[in-house]
């Protein structure tokens, strides 16, 4: 009840309707209404964003809880986005307006360090050649103590569900040869395994091949599969504690961590 209590206090406006704030408390994935008055008031980045899963009702509301939210985004026009451009423009719920930048999830240059209380992201990491650089990259922009909130694809439930989870050992070589997004490795995998069916409707073999040669521009490819025990391993490599991981409909993957 302790949590619930801490939460309640949080979330004002909401607070002052039972209803909605029963609604509210409902809607969180598991573990989080034990987390989420940790984002109540703070400064966050999200990575690729927006996202409906950090919405207000939805599994992880951090839109709700945040002072203000920025974002980052690899290219002023994205196949999700459509078109967007730096500055005040990263309007990720209704009146709230972030900072957006423009620039690779693993190359935040534009960021110093220790800027940000938070940082989320939500079915982007599988986007990244280089998981475990962008994941440092990530760390090094939040304080010290501060969370990292992460939400992959479940692989069972989206069309990966054909392939095998990728190794540890994999993602560490990625990291020391300094791989990045012109990388097509995982192409003739992905190609064979890919489950067109829970893809996007008409998706043909011939389009798909097309789209996923030119994954630099458009960023479609996932290269890697995750799960939970693969995300803990990357979590302490970059010396991020883990405090839960999650499954929350109809197909995220969470994991939310502590940077040492």
Not at 9 to 14: C, E, G, M, R
Not at 19 to 31: C, D, H, N
Not at 43 to 55: N, T
Request: charged share 25%; aromatic share 8%; net charge neutral.
């Amino acid at each position: 009840m302790r949590h619930i209590k801490r939460v309640r206090t949080a979330l004002s406006p909401i607070r002052r309707a039972p209803a909605l704030l029963s609604r509210y408390l409902a809607s969180f994935a598991g573990e989080f209404r034990h987390h989420a008055s940790s984002f109540q008031g703070q400064l966050g980045l999200e990575i690729g964003g927006p996202s409906d899963v950090f919405r207000r009702f939805a599994a992880l509301p951090v839109y709700a809880l945040a002072r203000r939210i920025d974002g980052v985004n690899f290219s002023s026009t994205t196949m999700w986005e459509g078109r967007i451009r730096e500055g005040m423009t990263y309007e990720y719920a209704q009146g709230k307006i972030g900072r957006q930048f423009i620039g690779e999830a693993s190359s935040l240059s534009k960021i110093q360090s220790r800027t940000y209380d938070f940082l989320i992201s939500s079915h982007a990491l599988e986007h990244c050649a280089n998981a475990l650089k962008a994941m440092s990259e990530w760390r090094r922009v939040i304080k010290p103590g501060g969370l990292m909130l992460l939400v992959l694809p479940h692989r069972q439930d989206t069309f990966d569900h054909l392939r095998s989870i990728t190794p540890f050992e994999h993602l560490l070589e990625d990291e020391s040869r300094e791989i990045d997004e012109t990388d097509l490795t995982h192409l003739d995998e992905i190609v064979a395994l890919h489950d067109l069916a829970r893809d996007a409707p008409g998706l043909t073999h011939e389009s798909f091949l097309a789209r996923a040669l030119k994954n630099h521009e458009n960023r479609g490819l996932h290269h890697h599969v995750f799960d939970e025990d693969l995300l803990r391993r990357m979590f302490a490599h970059v010396q991020v504690t883990p405090l839960f991981a999650d499954y929350a409909r109809p197909m995220h993957l969470i994991i939310l961590g502590r940077v040492d």
